[in-house]
C-alpha cells in the first residue's frame, strides 16, 4: 500500500456533516458514524498539496473558465476507460445534485410524471416534490441478496401512464446504483433505452458513483449508449470518487446539441458560471494524480467489505454484492424480528442511542428498502470495527433483555 487508508483521522470540529451533525449526546461515548456517503480517509496527497499551495497566495478573485477542469476529466476517461469525451459535451455544474435540479426544471414540467425505481438514493424523490412534479414508483426486484429491474412492471406502468394520458417524463437512474450496490449491466441498460425510446423519456443519469466500482466490474455509462444520445444527460463528478463532497463541483455531459443549449441555458440562467476557486485546484489534482489512490481505495473497501461480512454472518445475516460503491446494503429482517424491533427506523435509533453506531435505515430509500441498513465502509478499519462491535453488543444487550 503505498497511501494511508489505516490512521484515524479525528474529523472533530471540522464542520462535518458525518461527524459534527451527528448528535453525541453528553457525557456518552462519541457516536461511530457509518451513515452518510462521504470517506473518513485523507484524500490523494496531490490534492491536499494543491490547495495548500493555492491558500498561500492571498488573493482568492474570480477565477477563469473551467478548461482546466475539462481537461482533467477528458484525460481521466481517456487513460482510465479509453473512453473519448468531447470538449464540447462538457459543462460544468455545482454539485451533482444541484445538475439533476437543473435539468429536470429544464426538461420536465410541474405535474409531470417522474419515473424512479426505489429502493433509491432518497434526494430523487425529495427532487420530484420540490419541482412539483410526481413520483412514478417501479420497484426493484429481489432475489435473495441481488437486485435487478423489474421488466415486466415497468413496461405496464409506462404503459398504463402513457394511456391515461400522463405519460411519464423521465426517468431518474442511479447508475452505478446507490443503494443496492449494483453495476447495471448493458443489457438491462439496453432495455432501459429501449423503454425510453417507445415512451420517450429523457434519461437523467446520476453516474457520481461511476469510479467507484468494485475490482472484475465495469460501469457502463449512458454516454456511450447511443440509442440514449438525443435523449440523456449523464451526472458526475469528482466528489465521491476523491472524497471531495465539502467542495462541491461537477459536471454534466450532454451530447445532443439542443438539449445541451437548453441545460446550458438554464445554467446561465442561474448565473453559475464561475468554478469554485478551491473546488478547481482540488478537482484538477485529483483527475490528475487520484488513480493509483483510487485503485487503492477499491481494494480497502474489498477488505472492509470482508470484515462486515464476518460480523453478519454470526446474526445469520448477507450483504448485498457491492459491485460499485462504498455502501453495504444489508437485510436485517431476521435480527429485527428476532429482537423485537418495530422496523429498520427503530433499530437504527436503537443502534445510534445506545449502540452508539449510526447507519442509514433502509426504508428511506422508499419501497424496497424496508428492514434494511445501509453502512459506509469507507474508513479505516479500525473504526469499522469498533463500530460494528458496538452493534454486536448492541444487539446481544438486547437478546438477553427479559
Ligand atoms: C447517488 C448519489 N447522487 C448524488 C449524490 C450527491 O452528490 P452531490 O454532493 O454532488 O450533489 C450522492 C451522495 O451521496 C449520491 O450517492
Known sequence: MNYDFETVINRGGTLSLK??????????????????????FAVVPAVSEALRARAAHPVY????????????????????????????????????????????RTFT?????ILNMPPVYFPFFRMVALHDRASVEVPLQREGTRWSLEAKALETRLTEAFRAGTPVKALLLSNPQNPTGRVWSRDELGFLAALANAFDLMVLSDEIHADLIAPGKTHVSVYDLPELASRSVIFAGPNKTFNLAGLAISHVLVRDPVLRSKL??????????????????AAVAAYENGGPWLDELMMVIQANLATLR????????????????????????????RLGFTDDRGLARYLEETGRVKMTPGSMFRTGGENHL????????????????????????RQTQP
Open 61 to 104: 478573485g474570480y477565477t477563469t473558465p473551467p478548461g482546466a477542469y475539462f481537461k482533467a476529466v477528458r484525460a481521466w476517461h481517456s487513460h482510465r476507460y479509453g473512453r473519448k469525451i468531447e470538449p464540447e459535451h462538457l459543462l460544468l455544474t455545482p454539485t451533482v445534485l444541484h445538475a439533476m435540479s437543473m435539468a429536470l
Open 374 to 397: 445501509r453502512i459506509n465502509l469507507a474508513t479505516p478499519n479500525l473504526l469499522l470495527v469498533t463500530g460494528l462491535s458496538r452493534l454486536d453488543g448492541a444487539l446481544k444487550a
Open 264 to 281: 446550458k441555458r438554464t445554467i446561465e440562467g442561474d448565473f453559475f458560471e464561475q468554478p469554485n476557486l478551491m473546488a478547481m485546484t
Open 310 to 337: 464476518v460480523f453478519l454472518e454470526s446474526w445469520g445475516l448477507e450483504a448485498c454484492p457491492l459491485e460499485a460503491t462504498y455502501l453495504a446494503w444489508v437485510d436485517f429482517s431476521p435480527v429485527i424480528g
Open 109 to 113: 414540467s410541474p405535474g409531470d410524471p
Open 19 to 40: 461527524w459534527d451533525a451527528t448528535h453525541q449526546g453528553e457525557g456518552l461515548s462519541p457516536v461511530i458514524p457509518l451513515w452518510v456517503a462521504d470517506m473518513d
